[in-house]
Each structure stands twice: as structure tokens, then as C-alpha cells.
């Protein structure tokens, strides 16, 4: 029998909002026990408001900040720091009554050029939000850190130069696969800056290729065997394990992107038609069947997934109850081969298993090339190079010891 969880009665201007806020809670699967600290929380809160002479529409992050600095003096350790008060502000923020962060606007030339760009890069050419804030950004970012002066960002004086000396630098920072990133990332901005008719010449041409041995080397898939155990390391009794499950499946048999599985809702799943929606790169929507196994696995977490608001398909197992990301999918494979004592590979290694596996299987390039929704058949033929089978016909016969040469 389960011990009732007594929950504190919160006296002063908050106390309207109090039922609400524990409903919210619980509708995000938060323990009795965390419910009732949040309460107490907010009932904290909220008597400090009145004790300061503050209404709900005076709260806001400052005065958040100084209530949590205000127990600090106190000597008390709970709801001590700011980030603490996050979750019953962002809560009386939705329900419109706590006044909203008043937006920051951007400082200098710098920043302004920055948020520019990272519009375009969003708008224009339909990036998602992660490649922009990870990747794209920080470079651009990077490369003009210490141009901003008193008359501007000087960029009129931007040559090519400037270019080749940033790139000798940074680059010899950097492996091969982040020197290949910093140099498309730099490209982009480039192209942006002459579109925007901020510097006369195209530069773009001033970025080297990076050399590399990626089109010289085999993708490198899991073999079968290794996959096998990377399953079977997830504990379906529970409901992490079933969760795990479905997404390994997701990834090694149907060659989804760790974003694209992180990107899966309720209601792309079409399970009268055998289908689901794939949320890919660039904003692009694909349709996909959805093989008998892996429709079991995701249907076997589905019976147990906790009742929530939030319609992602996969779910944390702890409260909050919100979608995953694109990290925390990468994670999940970490995880999983740890359990099964295999050397670490990210979510993509598993990309790669899914075409190999298809290619022994007898698949075509341009049927993989189809589930793996590539854009360019260049990309998919990559994958002609592990298949022995196909390349021994193109294989000449040694000479003879007596042959001609």
C-alpha cells in the first residue's frame, strides 16, 4: 500500500495557482514526493513575494534570482540557486500571468551580423536549429572574433589573406574531421557575406580543400555479430530497455539519423498502413514502411510509455517527461555498448550497419540509397566498395608465371 505524500498549502499571491501547478507536475510524471517539494517551493516563493510587497506580475527572473539569493543569506541550502527557481517560473510564464524575459537585444555590429546570419542559414537554406547554434555559428563567431572597431567590422578590408591565415591557424587545432567542418562552416559565411553585399569578392574560392583519406577507406559497419549483442544488451523487461530497443532498431535497421529518431512523434506513426514519417535534414519529409520487428519493438514500448502531454515517440524515463535529443539518442548507443562490452560507436556507425547489412542482403545502391534518403547517388556509392561479391567480377586474373606481362 502506498504512503500518502502530504502536500503543502501555499498561502499568498501565488496560492491561486498552486492546484495548477501540482497538476502540472504530475501530468509530467513527477514522483509524489518531488511534487510535494515543488509545492513547498513555490509556497517559499510565494510568501517572499509578499513579504517583499511583489504581486505575480512582478515576477520575474531577477526577482527569481534575488528570492533564491535570499536563502543563501538565509543559510539554507534548498531552492538556493537560480536555476532552482526555473521550474515554477517557466510554469507561471505559461499561464501568462509571470511577466516573459524581456528580449535581449543584440549588441554591436558583431552580434547583429551574427543573428543575420544565423536567420539566413535557418530561413534560406533550411537548416535545422542544432547545425546552426553547434556548428555554423561559433565559426562564423570564431573567424570574426577581434575584426569589430570603432568604424565596424572593417570587412570591406577582408581578403583572401585573412582567410588562408585563419585557416592556417585554426586548422592545425583541429583533426581532420573538425578542419573539414571549420572549412564549410567558413564557406557558408563567405557565400553569405557576398550575397549580403558585405564584402565585393566571392572569397569562397580561397577556402582549400581538406585533404583526407575518407573516400580511400571502407564505411565501417558493425558486424552482425557485434549487433546481435548490442540488442540483447537491452533489458526489454523494463521499460528503458524497451525504449533502448526500439531506437537500436530504428537506427541499424532503417538507417535513421540520431536527430530523425529524437524528431519521431505519436502521430507519425501510421500502423494501419504499416508507415511512418521521417523528419529528415534540410526540412525534408520521407515516408517509410515500417518492418513487422521493428514495428513489434516500438509497439512494445508504446504499452508501457507513461501518459504525458508531450508527443514525442520516446520519452525520458524520469521526470521531466519530454522528447529526447539528437545527444542523448547518442547516448543510448554509448550505453548499450558499454552493456555489451563492445568499444564505443556513435548513432551513425549504426547508418552505416543498416546499408551494409542491406548490401549483403542483395540490395540494390539505389535502394539503399532510397531508405537511406540520400540526395546524391555519390553518396550511396560508397557503399560499393564492401561489396566483394559485385567488385570480384571486375577483378583481372594474375598472369601465369609463363605469361606475358
Known amino acids: 500500500m502506498c504512503r500518502k ?9 501565488l496560492a491561486p495557482y498552486a492546484a495548477g501547478f501540482e497538476s502540472w507536475l504530475r501530468s509530467r510524471s513527477y514522483s509524489p514526493s518531488a511534487v510535494a517539494d515543488r509545492v513547498y517551493q513555490l509556497d517559499q516563493l510565494s510568501r ?13 527572473g531577477d526577482q527569481a534570482e534575488q528570492f533564491a539569493a535570499a536563502r543563501r543569506v538565509a543559510g539554507l541550502a534548498s531552492w538556493a540557486s537560480p536555476p532552482s527557481v526555473t521550474l515554477p ?30 536567420r539566413y542559414l535557418s530561413v534560406e537554406r533550411g537548416l535545422c536549429a542544432h547545425t546552426v547554434l553547434d556548428a555554423y555559428g561559433p565559426a562564423a563567431r570564431l573567424f570574426m572574433a577581434g575584426r569589430e572597431g570603432p568604424d565596424g567590422l572593417g570587412l ?91 531506437i ?30 521521417v523528419r529528415g535534414k534540410g526540412g525534408r519529409h520521407d ?11 516500438v509497439a512494445s514500448y508504446l504499452r508501457r510509455r507513461p ?8 520519452l525520458r524515463v524520469t521526470a521531466p517527461r519530454q522528447g529526447l535529443n539528437r545527444s542523448t539518442i547518442g547516448w543510448v548507443v554509448r550505453a548499450a555498448c558499454d552493456r555489451a562490452g563492445l568499444a564505443r560507436v556513435g548513432a551513425h556507425r549504426l547508418r552505416h550497419t543498416a546499408a551494409t547489412g542491406m548490401l549483403r542482403q542483395g540490395a540494390s545502391l539505389g535502394e539503399i540509397g532510397q531508405v537511406l534518403r540520400h540526395r546524391e547517388q555519390k553518396t550511396t556509392a560508397l557503399y560499393a566498395k564492401v561489396d566483394r561479391i559485385a567488385l570480384g567480377g571486375l577483378v583481372r586474373p594474375w598472369p601465369s608465371p609463363g605469361g606475358v606481362a
Not at 517560473?89 to 551574427?114: D, I
Not at 517509410?288 to 519493438?297: R, T
Not at 501518459?307 to 520516446?314: G, H, K, M, Q
Open 156 to 246: 570591406e578590408r577582408l581578403s583572401a589573406a585573412d582567410v588562408t591565415s585563419f585557416l592556417a591557424r585554426e586548422c592545425a587545432k583541429r583533426s581532420v574531421p573538425g578542419a573539414r567542418d571549420l572549412v564549410c562552416a567558413l564557406r557558408s559565411l563567405l557565400r553569405y557575406l557576398h550575397l549580403a553585399g558585405l564584402i565585393e569578392a566571392p572569397l569562397v574560392w580561397a577556402v582549400p580543400s581538406v585533404a583526407d583519406l575518407r573516400d580511400r577507406t571502407l564505411p565501417r559497419g558493425l558486424e552482425p555479430g557485434a549487433l546481435r549483442k548490442l540488442l540483447a544488451s537491452c533489458d526489454r523487461r523494463r521499460l528503458v530497455g524497451r525504449r533502448d530497443f526500439a
Open 89 to 118: 517560473l517557466g510554469y507561471l510564464r505559461t499561464l501568462g500571468v509571470a511577466p516573459m524575459p524581456a528580449p535581449v537585444p543584440a549588441k554591436g555590429p558583431l552580434e547583429e551580423l551574427l543573428e543575420d546570419y544565423c
Open 5 to 13: 505524500v502530504w502536500v503543502p498549502v501555499v498561502s499568498g499571491p
Open 48 to 60: 517572499w513575494l509578499k513579504r517583499e510587497g511583489l504581486g505575480v506580475g512582478e515576477l520575474t
Open 248 to 277: 537500436l532498431l530504428l537506427l541499424s535497421r532503417l538507417g535513421l539519423r540520431a536527430g530523425e529518431v529524437a524528431g519521431l512523434r505519436l502521430d507519425d506513426v501510421d500502423w494501419r498502413r504499416g508507415e511512418f514519417l
Open 287 to 297: 515516408v517509410l514502411p515500417l518492418p513487422v520487428d521493428v514495428g513489434d519493438a
Open 307 to 314: 501518459r504525458c502531454e508531450c508527443r514525442a515517440l520516446f
